[in-house]
């Protein structure tokens, strides 16, 4: 699935830099928006034409957690937002995603406008991915303990998911405290967080994708099951990711010449059934990007991906039948994703329509 990412805010334009280093090509587009010159021009990796400042009324600056004031500006510049985004031309994309951090200001506030803005104007799906802040952000931390404090940041993750969740089909949502030991400071951890969300949200939306000459999937992945999964109702989704290394077979480098053909020796089914129950299994109950409570989902989409020869039907089968019975729901959608170049075997678990063990996604009414 070809997607066009934008970055709103200091933590979303991060990610969106990350997105661009690593993965640029799995997005149609990446655009970032931000109040703050300082942290914009460090998004290096995005192009300079597409890093927009927004807001003169900010001066430049961030907002300083004034939520209220990211909600105005982000409405006032909406269709500012709308144009800058045109100039990319995302009108191959098949889907927008926003990426922004809930706890501050900038993208809190101008995520549902944009989200708004661009559902008038386009009929592919818009979802969000949302950071949530560490437990040394939130309010109940004094100032100097672990980390940075940071005004509002639980009430401001609740209104600005309550302002969402009208407007955005789905968020897949990263909770920073979850991947943080209780002595570590996000500052000094973010780009290892960022990281993670970036790999495995281009394990997710690049599953469809694939490159001429590579082998034809099994099972192929379009853009409509990554929709289907995720829905169009404002769920939270979470995804889980696991890879093992493999030995592979490539055959002999010299071809038909004076040295004859070898071609690839058969892997071991014993083998292939092992190492992708292996990755399943750690990939549906290994970190999540938020931890569901009991592991339940309506809805469920996996995806195996490695070298061809060891993708096994058989294992594959099996492993799909232990999802269904670990998430607690037959709408499982499922694929392969054969890459004649990888060494590793992965599998990718999204679950959507979850109920999060985090209380910051207990929204309460905005006021």
């Given amino acids: ?76 510049h909406s269709k500012e937002m709308s144009r800058a985004i045109d100039q990319t031309q995302p009108s191959s994309a098949e889907a927008f995603v926003l990426l922004c951090g809930l706890g501050g200001a900038t993208g809190a506030g101008f995520a549902p406008a944009l989200g708004s803005a661009l559902k008038t104007i386009t009929d592919v799906p818009v979802y969000a991915l949302c950071t949530l802040p560490a437990a040394s952000e939130t309010d109940a931390v004094p100032e100097g303990e672990l980390g940075i404090h940071r005004p509002n940041v639980a ?108 071609e690839p020796e058969p892997v071991d089914t014993a083998k292939a059934v092992s190492a992708i129950e292996t990755v399943i299994r750690k990939a549906a109950r290994g970190k999540q990007t938020v931890e569901p409570i009991d592991g339940r989902a309506n809805r469920t989409l996996l995806v195996v991906g490695g070298p061809p020869s060891w993708l096994n039907r058989q294992a594959i089968a099996q492993g799909r039948e232990w999802l269904t019975e670990e998430v607690g729901s037959g709408a499982l959608l499922h694929g392969d994703a054969p890459d004649p170049e990888a060494n590793a075997v992965y599998a990718v678990v999204l679950r959507a329509g979850i109920e999060p063990d985090n209380w910051l996604l207990k929204t309460d009414t905005d006021p």
Avoid at 21 to 48: H, N
Avoid at 66 to 73: E, V
Avoid at 176 to 205: C, M, P, Y
Avoid at 227 to 252: C, H, K, M, P
Wanted: charged fraction near 25%.
């Fill in 155 to 262: 009430s401001n993750t609740q209104r600005a998911l309550n302002r969402l969740d009208s407007v955005v089909d789905a968020f897949i949502c990263f909770d920073n405290n979850r991947w943080l030991k209780a002595d570590q400071r996000l500052v000094a951890h973010e780009d290892r967080l960022n990281g993670t969300i970036v790999e495995r949200l281009a394990s997710l939306f690049g599953a469809g994708e694939s490159d001429d000459g590579r082998p034809t999937a099994q099972q192929i992945i379009d853009a409509s099951d990554i929709d289907r999964a995720l829905g169009n109702s404002g769920d939270i989704a979470t995804i889980g990711y696991a890879e093992q290394a493999v030995e592979v077979d490539r055959g002999s480098r010299f071809g038909l010449g004076l040295f004859g053909s070898k």
């Fill in 1 to 76: 699935m070809k997607f066009h990412a934008i970055g709103l805010g200091g933590a979303g334009c991060r990610i969106a830099n990350h997105l661009a280093k690593r993965y640029g090509s799995e997005c149609t587009g990446i655009v970032g928006f931000d109040t703050d010159v300082e942290e914009l021009a460090q998004a290096t990796s995005i192009d300079p034409e597409n890093r927009h400042r927004i807001g003169d009324e900010a001066g430049g600056a961030g907002l300083g957690g004034n939520l209220d004031a990211g909600f105005a500006i982000g409405t006032d």
